[in-house]
């Protein structure tokens, strides 16, 4: 059964959004806006994948907070939107 990936809370990760006609700073804070922003990203590397997978494994609870925050960073970094403080 999938979770309320809302309530799968870690850390704020800093983004930036550039999918508006200004570069704004957001800031991620549960496993569904993790997943839900990665859909918008223009680059879909290796680093992307993994954390697709593991944020949906994370969704249906089969994986916890932290390690799809991780993840999540690790495709952040590789896309250059992560504003880097990790």
């Known amino acids: 059964m999938q979770q309320d990936g809302r309530k799968m809370t870690f850390a704020p990760v800093r983004i930036r959004d550039r999918s508006g006609p200004r570069q704004l700073v957001r800031e ?12 918008a990203w223009p680059g879909r590397g290796s680093a992307w994948r993994t954390a697709a997978e593991v944020l949906s ?30």
Do not use: C, H, P
Not at 28 to 39: E, G, H, I, P, Q
Not at 62 to 85: C, D, I, N, T
């Open 28 to 39: 991620v804070r549960n496993v569904k806006a993790a997943s839900d922003t990665m859909l």
């Open 57 to 86: 494994e994370a969704l249906y609870g089969r994986v916890g907070a932290e390690e799809a925050r991780a993840v999540f960073v690790a495709a952040a970094r590789e896309a250059g939107v992560l504003m880097e403080s990790e």
